[in-house]
């Protein structure tokens, strides 16, 4: 009997996430980037907020707009991004593949566009929330020891 009930469970948690990864839902979120789970050539303590929307173009594919700002302490200025990018969600479990370009702007001196890649995984805490950790990389042309970073980030994703 347990079982019967440990599957039917599993079927209803699959239909959920199934049903907010279709095409036409909407999407906004926030992150919280850094907390030292980052490394950067450039400094030693990185704390970021991040700000996304998404629209589901297709079913588990969803365009996708930020706005980040990243604090640096010591003597470093601190970054502004703004960016575009895109999501596929693979088969329906909350697991996806990101890639997107950055606009960065950290003061009158560094401009530069930062292509990157993430995996994260959308874990539903009901039909709309979701807890989002992910690992990202961002690739700098201008700068590559200072700026590029990998990370870690957690966020809270609403589906609508």
Do not use: C, W
């Amino acid at each position: 009997m347990k079982k019967i009930a440990m599957l039917i469970m599993a079927l209803a948690l699959t239909l959920t996430a199934n049903a907010q990864f279709e095409k036409g839902k909407k999407y906004v979120g926030a992150s919280l980037t850094g907390l030292n789970l980052s490394y950067r050539g450039l400094d030693d303590l990185s704390l970021g907020l991040q700000a996304n929307g998404g629209y589901m173009l297709m079913d588990n594919l969803m365009a996708t707009a930020n706005l980040e700002y990243q604090g640096r302490g010591k003597d470093i200025p601190d970054m502004f991004t703004l960016g575009v990018g895109g999501r596929y969600y693979i088969l329906q479990n909350g697991i996806f593949l990101g890639a997107n370009v950055k606009y960065v702007h950290a003061n009158k001196n560094y401009n530069d566009v930062m292509p990157g890649v993430e995996v994260g995984y959308a874990f539903f805490l009901n039909h709309y929330v979701t807890i989002e950790p992910a690992i990202y990389y961002q690739q700098s042309f201008k700068n590559h020891s200072d700026y590029s970073t990998v990370g870690l980030k957690v966020g809270v994703g609403v589906y609508f």
